[in-house]
C-alpha cells in the first residue's frame, strides 16, 4: 500500500521532523510540502538534512495544495489549523501537530489560548489507557505536547493503577529549544541559553498545565491537579520530566513503622517501591517505544535523540512519602513527528514502528 501525505509548516521543526521520518518510511510518499513565509523556497535551503528532498519547492499553505492526499500533516502555529482542517475532507486522515483540537474543556481552552475551542479530536499518545482503540480508523487526530507526552507517560501507570493521590503532583521538565519552534526569539538566542538553564510560565500559567492534568484525570477517574514547571535548556532536543506525586496511603500503611509516611523499616520501603515498579513495568510491558529502564540506571535526553524512544525510570522516596518518575524523550520524535507518525500508523492499520527509529544518537 502506498500512502500519499502532505506536509504543512515543513521550513518549521516539527515539519522537518516528519519530513526526516516519513522519507524513510516503507508505505509513504510524500506529496506537497507546505510553507507560510518561506513558500516557493527549495527545501535544502531551509532543512539542508533532508537530502533526499533537497530540490522539492515549497508551496503555500493552502486547503487546495493539501487537499488530494490521504493523510495531511498540520505542523502549523497554535490557531492556524483548525480552519484548514474543517475545510479537508472527512475521509482524509488529519493529524495535527499543534494544540488546536487536543483541549476538551472549551474554557480550559480559552483560559490558556484565548481564542475559540475548534472541537477535540482522538489524542495522539496511544499509551495511555483506552487511547490506541480510540486511534484506529480515526481520521482527525490531535498530537500531544512535548510536556504533556512525557508528564503523562511518566505518571499515568500510577494514577491508573490507583496508587498515586491526585492532588500533589509536581512535574519539573527541561527542554531543548526546539521546542520553541524555529522562529527567532531573544530568549532563544545562543548567548541566552548557552551554559545557562532558566525556568518560565512559572505558578501554573503554561498553557500545557491543563493538557496534563486532563490526561492524567482520564488515567485516575477523578480530577488530577498538577504544579507543572517548564525549564529551557542549552541543547537543542530532548526533554527531560521529573514528576512526583504522594504514594496512596494503602500502599504506604505497608510501612511498619505507623507515623510511617515517613519512616519505614528498609523491608517495607523496598516492598512498596517494588509494588510501584512493577505498576509501571507492567503498564509498559507490551509497548515498543516505551522503556522503564534497569533499576540503577536514569533516563538521560541523549540516549533517545532522534528516536521514538521513551525512557524512564522510578524510584520511591520513603522519606517523602513520594514515587519520583523521571523520562526522557526527543521533543521533535516521540514528542511531535514520531508521535504523529505512530499515530498515523494505527489510524491506517500498518505496523505500529513503520517508519520510526529505535535507536537514538549519541554522544
Ligand atoms: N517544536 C516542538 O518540539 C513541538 C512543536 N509542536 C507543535 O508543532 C507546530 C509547529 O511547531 P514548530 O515546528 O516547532 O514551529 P516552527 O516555528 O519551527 O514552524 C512553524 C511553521 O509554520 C509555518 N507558519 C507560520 N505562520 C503560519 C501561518 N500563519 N499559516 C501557516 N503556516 C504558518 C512556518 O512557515 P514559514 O517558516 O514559511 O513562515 C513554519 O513552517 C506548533 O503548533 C507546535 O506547537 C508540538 C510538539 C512539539
Ligand atoms: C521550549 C518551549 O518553548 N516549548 C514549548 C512547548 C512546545 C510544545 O510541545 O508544544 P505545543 O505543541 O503545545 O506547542 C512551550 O513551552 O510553549
Known sequence: MTISVAVSGASGYAGGELLRLLASHPDVTIGAITAHSNAGTRLGELQPHLHSLADRLLEETTVQNLSGHDVVFLALPHGASAEIARQLPAETLVIDAGADHRLEDPAAWEKFYGTAHAGTWPYGLPELPGRRERLRGARRIAVPGCYPTSALLALAP????????????????????????????????GSEVMASMSPYGVGGGHRHTPEIEQGLSAAAGTAVTVSFTPTLAPMSRGILATATAKVAPELLKELVNTDAATIGTEAGEASIAAQLRRIWLDAYEDEPFVHVL???????????????????????????????????????????????????NIALGLDETSGLSFQGVAP
Open 158 to 189: 500510577g494514577f491508573a493503577a490507583g496508587a498515586l493521590l491526585p492532588d500533589d503532583v509536581v512535574i519539573v521538565s527541561a527542554s531543548g529549544t526546539s521546542g520553541a519552534g524555529k522562529a527567532a526569539k531573544v530568549n532563544l538566542l
Open 294 to 344: 534497569p533499576e540503577g540506571q536514569w533516563p538521560a535526553t541523549k540516549s533517545v535523540q532522534g528516536s521514538n524512544h521513551v525512557a524512564i525510570q522510578i524510584a520511591f522516596d520513603a522519606h517523602a512519602g513520594r514515587v519520583i518518575v523521571c523520562c526522557a524523550i526527543d521533543n521533535l520524535t516521540k514528542g511531535t513527528a514520531g508521535g504523529a507518525v505512530q499515530s498515523m
